[in-house]
Structures are given as C-alpha cells and as structure tokens.
C-alpha cells in the first residue's frame, strides 16, 4: 500500500518543477504557497527578457527606445500574467510595485545581454 496521497481524481500529487510549471500554464491555478507564484513570476520573467532581448537585436531596436520598451513590455506581461491569466489579487504577492520588481533586476541582465549579443552578431561589422 502506498503512502503517498491521491488528489480527486486518483492521480499522485505534482510535485516539483514539473508540478510547478502544470499549475504555471493552467489559468486560474491555487497559489497556496505565496513563494511557489514568486517563483514562477521569476522565471517567467527571466523568459520574457530572454526572448524580448532576441526580438530587440533581431528588429534593431538601441538606445532608450529598448530600455524603455523592455521596462515596459515587460512589467505588463507580468501583470496581465498574474491579475488576468492566473487571477490573483496583486495585492496578495505585496501590490503593484513588489510584482513589478520580482526578479527585475536579473531579467534586466538577460535582457541586455541578449538583446547586445544578438544585435551586434547580425549588424556589427569588423
């Protein structure tokens, strides 16, 4: 006999990042551990970056129009991703600001360098 807990529907309990990532792409999803959401707006931010960075050096975007479209862009894919796609109350995770700077700051870092790398790849010439 297992030990392990069954939910509802006789399916084992996910767990992990597997687990994680479930409750990250289905709407609405119970967020009982404050610090697992935080988690996922990290990540997911961390994503957003990686990919607006590509797009950016892809485009060419420079100069302050990037800096201020990644801000921007970002910050309310975030938002939409937490109020509308998993309906949380912001201020659950601490209000509008603490969302906005969960993992800002390393998301920036991947940004840049991703939006530099790739921008000067395609139009840096030797």
Do not use: C
Request: no cysteine.
């Amino acid at each position: 006999m297992s030990s392990r807990r069954h939910g509802s529907d006789g399916e084992p309990p996910k767990s992990g990042w597997k687990g994680t990532l479930s409750k990250a792409l289905t709407s609405g999803s119970d967020w009982s551990d404050k610090d697992e959401i935080l988690d996922v707006i990290y990540w997911g931010r961390q994503a957003v970056a990686l990919l607006i960075g590509i797009i950016f050096g892809v485009v060419p975007v420079n100069g302050i129009i990037g800096l201020g479209g990644y801000v921007a862009i970002s910050t309310v894919v975030i938002h939409q991703f937490v109020v509308k796609y998993q309906k949380l109350d912001e201020d659950y995770l601490g209000g509008f600001w603490e969302l906005a700077k969960e993992g800002f700051g390393a998301a920036f870092a991947t940004f840049m360098v991703s939006w530099i790398t790739v921008y000067s790849a395609l139009y840096f010439n030797n």
